[in-house]
């Protein structure tokens, strides 16, 4: 009997131990709340104690060491009473479990939370940042961090609350299609990360608008909200999206507006998206093209010279599919032509001044109104024949002048020339360059059969390659001069009508077979050296002009041996041909008689032949009577 009592006092010792902690930790303030609350909540009784009376005096007065001591014990309906008001009045406090706490009081730093513990709990306001309209009383999700700090303070985490509720939260918002609000934590490679129920998810960039997002910068540290677009279960991967609930409002305006859309309707928009072929413009959901040649009458480089970004502007609706999903606008459209302002009194002949708007290789555009432009082709830059590409005469943003060549105002074409602001040189060409003159000019082109030579601008000659050189076989001009050059010329021919000159170069210098025609001639007799064997021959070299071909039975030498590439020997002319330049010698003629008649009688032959070739007086007069005599039909 005597141990079953003194378990029972241990018992309650314990128990009391218990008490004396939990109390002794709560602040004057909180007991007295909590007193508070059990005095009103609790139902009169017959006998009313003292702890019900006074439950701060009852607290206070308590012994403690008696208790601990066992000395001063206490019945069991006392601390069935006690136990029942802990109970009521706190909550148990486990590490993984996620209470709901009330928000009492808000610091610069940190949030106050009523958990109906023995104390408040402290969490950091960095944890609801995704809330920044979190105040007093509002109900939030925590979960025990720490118990006692260093202070004896009670630390809770709204954050890992959220995380633990936050998959079903997600989950939830995913097959349901509802929107969340969520907090932009930071930037990130291809778009933002953001807070969701304290889930990291992604956000793509072109997932935050329907138009394209120029700063990212800007959303930093927004609550927006979003729609959940994507959950990977195995990595824990969370998307989500904002475009996809802008696209929701306007595809209903879109559906209103495309219902309404005319060929000719002027709309108000604003400057969407700049390219380098055109100007995106929002309609108010519904996007339209305006392509870079309907921004400006006048001719522009890029869009950006014209609009500017989020800028208001004016558009009429050019054209659109069936479906209208394509919609062509126009900017330029809204004002008249500028051709149609062209006043009469401009005509062909008038000079003009403008600027060089865009070249080509056939030619450049000058602006000489805004929005009217005429063409001066490269054949009418120059008097020259030899066509140049147009950049060798202007450049983009030049101010030039010019003649009106030619103008329709139907077509809308105007062509126009530089040259004739300067005379044309080939009006008095018989004065400067008549036949027989010598002249100065700069090689200018190449072509297989001559080269081209400017005299001056505007003035070029031909050059046949047959005409560059007395002596030398030249198969392509590039052999003889290069572009650039300077060579002298005489004038050949001259056709004033035709534009046409022609010029030689080797007529400068006299005509050096002149001097060899008799230096050379059949039966003479010179020393040279075999310079290279070739097929049916060899060739020998008698100066810097002549070669000459000596076939191969006429290398024999006298013995009957040939000569070889090196042997000197002395050569005998056999044939001499001025015209076609061609040189042939022997040398078995040397040591053989028969071969040497043979070169006189050639020679005489030769000499006969050139003399009957001379006309007489009588022939001359003979060949004007037989064409007298044809001409009277008598023959």
């Not at 953001?194 to 997932?207: H, K, M, R, T």
């Not at 009458?297 to 050019?318: A, F, G, M, T």
């Not at 009469?344 to 009217?372: H, R, S, T, W």
């Not at 056999?574 to 043979?598: G, Y």
Request: hydrophobic share 35%; with cysteine; glycine share 6%.
């Amino acid at each position: 009997m005597a141990d079953k009592a003194n378990k029972e006092v241990a018992e309650e010792k314990a128990a009391k131990q218990e008490e004396k902690t939990a109390v002794a930790e709560m602040t004057t303030e909180e007991t007295n709340t909590k007193e508070l609350e059990i005095k009103e909540n609790s139902k009169p009784k017959a006998e009313v104690s003292l702890k019900e009376k006074d439950p701060e005096k009852f607290l206070k007065e308590f012994n403690w060491h008696n208790y601990e001591e066992g000395i001063d014990p206490i019945d069991d309906g006392k601390l069935e009473e006690f136990e029942k008001l802990v109970a009521e009045n706190f909550v148990d406090t486990l590490d993984d479990e996620v209470v709901e706490g009330k928000v009492v009081f808000i610091t610069d730093r940190d949030a106050i939370i009523d958990i109906n513990a023995k104390s408040e709990g402290v969490v950091s306001l960095n944890e609801f940042r995704y809330n920044p309209d979190l105040k007093v009383g509002d109900k939030v999700e925590v979960l025990i961090d720490v118990r006692e700090d260093s202070t004896g303070q009670l630390i809770l985490s709204h954050r890992k609350a959220r995380t633990i509720k936050a998959w079903d939260r997600v989950n939830a918002a995913h097959d349901k299609g509802t929107i969340v609000n969520g907090y932009v934590k930071c930037r990130t490679k291809g778009g933002m990360i953001v807070d969701v129920f304290g889930i990291e998810a992604f956000l793509p960039g072109s997932q935050i608008d329907v138009k394209p997002i120029r700063d990212y910068d800007v959303y930093v540290g927004k609550t927006m909200e979003f729609k959940v677009v994507k959950i990977n279960h195995e990595f824990k991967n969370v998307v989500v999206s904002h475009k996809a609930l802008i696209e929701a409002d306007i595809e209903e305006q879109k559906k209103e507006i495309i219902g309404q859309l005319e060929k000719g309707q002027v709309l108000e928009g604003v400057v969407k998206n700049i390219t380098s072929y055109g100007v995106f413009v929002d309609l108010g959901g519904v996007d339209g093209l305006v392509h870079i040649t309907d921004l400006s009458w006048s001719r522009i480089n890029h869009p950006n010279e014209i609009v500017e970004l989020d800028q208001k502007l004016n558009v009429v609706i050019l054209d659109f599919d069936e479906d209208k999903t394509r919609i062509q606008l126009g900017l330029k459209q809204l004002n008249p032509h500028p051709w149609e302002a062209l006043g009469d009194e401009l005509k062909v002949g008038d000079k003009v001044k403008g600027k060089v708007v865009v070249i080509a290789d056939y030619g450049a555009f000058i602006e000489v109104a805004e929005g009217v432009e005429g063409l001066i082709h490269v054949s009418e830059m120059s008097w020259s024949t030899h066509l140049r590409s147009a950049q060798d005469f202007v450049n983009v943003g030049d101010e030039v002048e010019a003649v009106i060549l030619t103008m329709d105002k139907e077509e809308r074409k105007m062509s126009l020339g530089i040259k004739q602001m300067t005379p044309d040189p080939w009006t008095d060409i018989t004065k400067k360059y008549p036949v027989g003159s010598r002249h100065k000019g700069i090689v200018r082109n190449f072509t297989n059969f001559g080269v081209f030579v400017e005299l001056e601008e505007g003035i070029d000659g031909l050059i046949y390659i047959s005409d560059l050189s007395w002596t030398k076989k030249i198969k392509h001009p590039s052999e003889f001069t290069n572009i650039g050059d300077e060579l002298e010329v005489v004038v050949l021919e001259l056709d004033v009508e035709g534009r046409k000159l022609s010029l030689g170069h080797k007529q400068t210098e006299e005509n050096p077979w002149d001097k060899y025609e008799n230096e050379f001639a059949v039966g003479t007799k010179h020393t040279a050296t075999i310079d290279e064997v070739v097929d049916k021959g060899a060739t020998i070299k008698f100066n810097d002009d002549i070669v000459a071909f000596v076939p191969s039975r006429h290398l024999e030498k006298e013995d009957g041996s040939m000569l070889k590439k090196g042997d000197e020997a002395e050569f005998q002319i056999i044939e001499f041909n001025k015209e076609f330049k061609k040189v042939v010698a022997s040398h078995m003629s040397i040591h053989k008689e028969e071969e040497a008649k043979i070169v006189k009688a050639a020679a005489k032959k030769q000499a006969q032949e050139a003399e009957e070739a001379k006309p007489t007086l009588g022939d001359a007069n003979a060949k004007l009577q037989e064409l007298k005599d044809r001409m009277d039909g008598k023959k």
